[in-house]
């Protein structure tokens, strides 16, 4: 007889990282029935996107379920201020002493629980590996970004004990494992060059992951194979699970997202030509100034294409209000912007992306490179122009226009918090070059959003991998 083997899995409240955790708690339970899985939920005042997520994605499969977790105090606001990575770490360890809690009592009522087989965490819940430890239980890093962000996070450690300061954009060039090309200092993500705590919070981070039994990454081999292989060629490395694309192919909307627009949104889709519309989305945090969106309004005037653009203006609390009626934005854009457009152009607040990159009219997408972001694009065969605002994204642009050539360059190092400005005659470019028709960029992103999809399939890549992580899990089962 099989034994019942439960995974706790351990996601921070951020939409994307807690969508991507979802999803990959479903397909764990789909793909072997020994296995129920437990989310441990943080709650979070300052995403609270994941708790209509977790009502929106509950389903009626008994070996999924969650556990909210008491509140903690939030750290002082100030520190938020002088890097959100230091803030999150610190927020995240102040949950260590309820996750255990949660975790003993599950350890400790057998009859209502299965064995649990192991940790699964977060990239900023690494801290919580000293309660697997405590507990005697194997821990693993499940890991929302690609195999180009977990190389910089190995070189870390490496490096800090070499020269131990943060990173200056007058370094030279890096040598990053997993990167065929040097990198440019000021591609990587803005922590490691933070003086005020990101920095450290990051190597802090980086120095715990060759501790864990294994790295489930959401990539696919055929997508970062140089990536991949200088991994595996790495004996010190824990082993890399490639699970990816791990994505939510019912094109689950924004569970804040109304779905009034969403129908409007999807209507002028269907009235539009195959192909026909450059789609602009920036995240679930991207926002821009006022200059910054009539340089975009001007850009995608000059190019003659149709546009769906997804707009989004910060209120005075710095939170992302919903989509902005049509006397704000007349104010904001240029004069007669809105009229001369027409129908030729919809703008919204929060768009469906995954069923918009999915839907016939859509031919090009200017992005700001979240992973999740990325992984959808090339799913759909959509080739992307990259405009990378924060985390990790400048490093995910430069991979994919410098090394893998899927994507036309925007910009790689846009840094909005230095002031840069993007220029009306540069996104008019990008979009005209991200539309163009029989472009080789095209046909290898059409191209790879099919070996996406077999990577998925029964003995395809991402499928044996998960086998492979499987199998592990229940030999690394403390018994």
Known sequence: MKRAEQLVIVPTPGYGHYKSALEFAKRLIRADDRFSVTILHLRSSFDTYPDLLKKSLLVSDTRLRFIDLPPVDPPPFHLRQQSIEHYLVLFYESFIPHVKDAITHLISNPDSSPPLAGLVLDFFCLPMIDVAIDLGLPSYLFLTSGAGFLGLMLYLPTRHTQIGTEFEDSDPDVDLPGFANPVPV????????????????????????????????????????????????????????????????????????????????????????????????????????????????????????????????????????????????????????????????????????????????????????????????????????????????????????????????????????????????????????????????????KEMGEVSKRALMDGGSSSNSLGRLINDIIINHPH
Not at 317 to 331: N, V
Not at 364 to 393: D, K, R
């Open 186 to 445: 000021r591609i990587l993500p803005g922590a490691v060059s933070n003086k005020h705590g990101g920095y450290a919070a990051f190597v802090k981070l980086a120095q715990r992951f060759r501790e864990v039994k294994g790295i489930i990454v959401n990539t696919f081999a055929e997508l970062e194979p140089y990536a991949i292989q200088s991994f595996a060629d790495d004996g010190q490395i824990p082993p890399v699970y490639t699970v990816g694309p791990v994505l939510d192919l019912g094109g689950q909307a924004h569970p804040g997202s109304g779905r009034v627009d969403h129908g409007k949104i999807i209507e002028w889709l269907d009235a539009q030509p195959e192909s026909s519309v450059v789609f602009l989305c920036f995240g679930s945090w991207g926002s821009f100034g006022d200059a910054q969106l009539r340089e975009m309004a001007l850009g995608l005037e000059r190019s003659g294409q149709r546009f769906l653009w997804a707009l989004r203006l910060r209120g005075p609390d710095g939170k992302l209000d919903g989509p902005p009626d049509r006397s704000t934005l007349a104010e904001i854009l240029p004069e007669g912007f809105l009229d001369r457009m027409g129908e030729r152009g919809r703008i919204c607040g929060w768009a469906p992306q995954m069923e918009v990159l999915a839907h016939t009219s859509i031919g090009g997408f200017v992005s700001h490179c979240g992973w999740n972001s990325i992984l959808e694009s090339l799913w759909n065969g959509v080739p992307m122009a990259t405009w990378p605002i924060y985390a990790e994204q400048q490093l995910n642009a430069f991979g994919l226009v410098k090394e893998l050539g899927l994507a036309v360059e925007l910009r790689l190092d846009y840094r909005q918090q230095k002031g840069d400005l993007v220029t009306a005659g540069e996104i008019e470019g990008a979009v005209r070059g991200v539309m163009e028709a029989d472009s080789m960029v095209r046909k290898k992103v």
